[in-house]
C-alpha cells in the first residue's frame, strides 16, 4: 500500500531556505492517474495548501506563497520536494506531502514532519 | 483566496448526530462540485472523509455524510460514537488552487 514519508531540516534559520523532501513507496510517483501536493499547519491553526505538481510537471503553487514557492518530482528516486525560501517565522509548521487524486482530494498523508524557523 | 468559514466547535451526545458547515464564494465551493472533508485527530495526519461533495473512500463509515447547497457545504456525522472526536476540516477546489476551512473541533458528550 502507498506510503508517503517527509525528510529534512527540523530547523531553518531565518531568511534562508526550507527544504523538504517526500519520499513516495509502495507505488509510482509517475502515475498520470495522480498528483502531489504540500500542506502545511502552524501550532495550533488550521490546514494550508502549499501547492502541488502533476506527472506532467505542471505545479500550481498557493497564490499568497508563489513567489517563495518550488516543488519538483524526482521520477528516479520515487520522490517530490519543497523548496521555500526566504522564511520567517511564520512558517513555523507541520509539514505534510499528500497524493492527489479523483475529485481534487488528497487520500493517501505522510506523517508529517515539524519545521522550525528560528535563529 | 480566504479560507472557507466553519464553525469553530460542534457538539452532541453518543448516539446524536452533528452538521458541520462551510461557507466559501462562487469561486470555491459554489463554483465546484470538488469540496472534500478532513478529519484530523490529536498530533495525527488527516484523513480524507468525504470527496467530490457526498462521496466516501473506501473504509469510512456510511456515518459520515456530505452535501452542498449554493456556496455553504455541510458535513453529517449521525449515530456519534466517542471516536468521532476530531477536529475536522473542509476542502475546495478553486481552479488550479484549493483553498481550506477553519477547522471545526467536534466533541462527543
Known amino acids: 500500500q502507498l506510503q508517503l514519508q517527509e525528510s529534512g531540516p527540523g530547523l531553518v534559520k531565518p531568511s534562508e531556505t526550507l527544504s523538504l523532501t517526500c519520499t513516495v513507496s509502495g507505488g509510482s510517483i509517475s502515475s498520470s492517474s495522480y498528483y502531489w501536493g504540500w500542506i502545511r499547519q502552524p501550532p495550533g491553526k488550521g490546514l494550508e495548501w502549499i501547492g502541488s505538481i502533476y506527472y506532467s510537471g505542471s505545479t500550481y503553487y498557493n497564490p499568497s506563497l508563489k513567489s517563495r514557492v518550488t516543488i519538483s518530482v524526482d521520477t528516479s528516486k520515487n520522490q517530490f520536494s519543497l523548496k521555500l525560501s526566504s522564511v520567517t517565522a511564520a512558517d513555523t509548521a507541520v509539514y505534510y506531502c499528500?497524493?492527489?487524486?479523483?475529485?481534487?482530494?488528497?487520500?493517501?498523508w505522510g506523517q508529517g514532519t515539524m519545521v522550525t524557523v528560528s535563529s | 483566496q480566504s479560507a472557507l468559514t466553519q464553525p469553530p466547535s460542534a457538539s452532541g451526545s453518543p448516539g446524536q448526530s452533528v452538521t458541520i458547515s462551510c461557507t466559501g464564494t462562487s469561486s470555491d465551493v459554489g463554483g465546484y462540485n470538488y469540496v472534500s472533508w478532513y478529519q484530523q485527530h490529536p498530533g495525527k495526519a488527516p484523513k480524507l472523509m468525504i470527496y467530490e461533495v457526498s462521496k466516501r473512500p473506501s473504509g469510512v463509515p456510511d456515518r459520515f455524510s456530505g452535501s452542498k447547497s449554493g456556496n455553504t457545504a455541510s458535513l453529517t456525522v449521525s449515530g456519534l460514537q466517542a471516536e468521532d472526536e476530531a477536529d475536522y476540516y473542509c476542502?475546495?477546489?478553486?481552479?488550479?488552487?484549493?483553498?481550506f476551512g477553519t477547522g471545526t473541533k467536534v466533541t462527543v458528550l
Open positions: 499528500a497524493r492527489g487524486a479523483r475529485g481534487y482530494a488528497f487520500d493517501i
Open positions: 476542502s475546495s477546489y478553486a481552479g488550479s488552487s484549493y483553498v
